[in-house]
């Protein structure tokens, strides 16, 4: 439901509210280069990371223009997730996870695999917040790691070579996955790591798969690339759900196929039956990083594709026959937005926020790894129980609940 985006000159956060109008809910400039923006859900909470500090992790309420804190690491932060219990830093050896409810850091995870990416996902689904990150920089292995329980999982061997791309469904009940080749898209089980689904994109050629998503009802998997070309596949098992097919020649055909898959090796037998791409969209350019989700807008199902040249093409997905979505709108994100807000608003003096009242507000803060009085069972101080009342009561205070959207368990 919001798009936020990072520029050379700041960031901006976008309301995605209809298909015709772009509302632009805000815009900072105060720190330019912005190659990290994430937003928790439709919160006032926004995490920003600029080129010109790539080691330092500025957390900001944006409504009141105030920063509730700041983090510095060892090395440069590649991504960031959060949901309304952890925020993930992930730097190429190490990943960091801190409590969203007072910001301490609760664990580090050193002497991972390299990472040059930052290739990580975190489910949104607080109740189910499991984190997945490569296990081997060789393999497609994937270390599942629980950060309610701050402990491993287990390790899914997913692919045979290094992960592109790692999606969690919105309960954090599944797992989807690539590899660099990005030509078979796996689906599994969490926390059991087994396989339940396994789609080809392609057989022809190799692409960078950029952007892995589920949609919000897990129905629907979303792969778009480098290439012009992007996926839709539906998470159903077609055995079950088609129609006998009639006594037609192709139907024919198609039941000899399948039995003589039954005669070929697992490997290739497997390949054969692998589900092809329930709809498609033709992007109008190529070689763009872009990234995609699947959305409900105006009560209507659609595909969204952001590309890097700062353009969001808006289709319709049909649900039940999928094929070639099709383009209704086009919008430019670095053009002029509608304010959803006042200005008035944005020039009222910061305001004491009550989201972090156990954080003093500090221009620089030493690094995360030798923070003093900062332990990794539980950010306890000094060895001492950090008291009750130092806690947030519920999910992040920011304005108010109405600020989150519900979250299914």
């Not at 007072?102 to 990580?120: A, E, H, Q, R, W």
């Not at 919000?216 to 159903?236: G, P, R, W, Y």
């Not at 109008?284 to 353009?311: E, F, M, W, Y």
Request: aromatic residues 8%; glycine residues 6%; proline residues 6%.
């Amino acid at each position: 439901s919001s798009l936020a985006i990072g520029t050379t000159t700041g960031y901006r956060l976008f309301s995605l509210s209809s298909v015709e109008q772009l509302d632009q809910v805000h815009e900072s400039n105060e720190i330019p280069d912005v190659y990290i923006v994430e937003r928790l859900f439709s919160s006032s909470l926004v995490v920003v990371v600029s080129h010109a500090k790539p080691q330092q992790m500025n957390v900001y309420h944006f409504k009141k223009g105030t920063e509730i804190c700041n983090y510095s690491y060892s090395s440069n932060i590649l991504s960031i997730r959060l949901n309304r219990q952890r925020l993930v830093v992930c730097l190429e050896e190490s990943i960091y996870i801190h409590n969203i409810k007072d910001m301490k850091l609760l664990k580090t995870i050193v002497d991972t695999p390299p990472n040059t990416t930052g290739l990580c996902a975190l489910s949104i689904n607080h109740a189910n917040s499991y984190l997945a990150y490569p296990g081997s920089a060789a393999s497609g292995e994937i270390a599942l790691y629980d950060g309610n329980t701050l402990k491993t999982a287990c390790t899914i061997p997913a692919h045979d070579g290094p992960l592109a791309a790692l999606a969690f469904n919105s309960t954090g009940s599944k797992l989807a996955s690539a590899s660099e080749k990005g030509t078979v898209i796996r689906v599994f089980s969490i926390p059991g790591g087994q396989k339940l689904y396994e789609f080809r994109r392609g057989m022809k050629r190799y692409v960078n798969i950029s952007s892995l998503v589920f949609s919000m009802d897990s129905q629907f998997l979303c792969a778009s690339s480098n290439t012009e070309t992007v996926h839709i596949f539906k998470l159903e098992h077609l055995t079950d759900s088609r129609p006998e097919e009639p006594p037609t020649w192709s139907g024919y055909m198609g039941k000899m196929f399948q039995a003589a898959t039954n005669y070929l090796p697992a490997q290739v037998s497997g390949m054969m039956n692998q589900d092809r791409a329930f709809a498609t969209v033709r992007l109008n350019i190529s070689g763009q990083r872009n990234i995609c989700a699947l959305s409900t807008i105006q009560k209507l199902p659609r595909l969204l594709v952001t590309t890097s040249d700062g353009h969001l093409y808006i289709y319709n997905l049909d649900p039940q026959d999928g094929g070639e979505c099709v383009l209704i709108k086009k919008h430019s994100l670095l053009g002029s937005g509608k304010m959803e807000e006042n200005k008035e608003n944005d020039l009222q003096p910061p305001l004491p926020q009550s989201y972090a009242a156990t954080v003093a507000r500090q221009s620089t803060v030493p690094s995360a790894s030798t923070m003093p009085g900062y332990s990794e069972d539980g950010g306890a101080l000094r060895g001492e129980v950090i008291p009750e009342h130092e806690f947030a009561t519920g999910p992040v205070c920011l304005d108010d609940e109405n600020e989150f959207p519900p979250v299914s368990i």
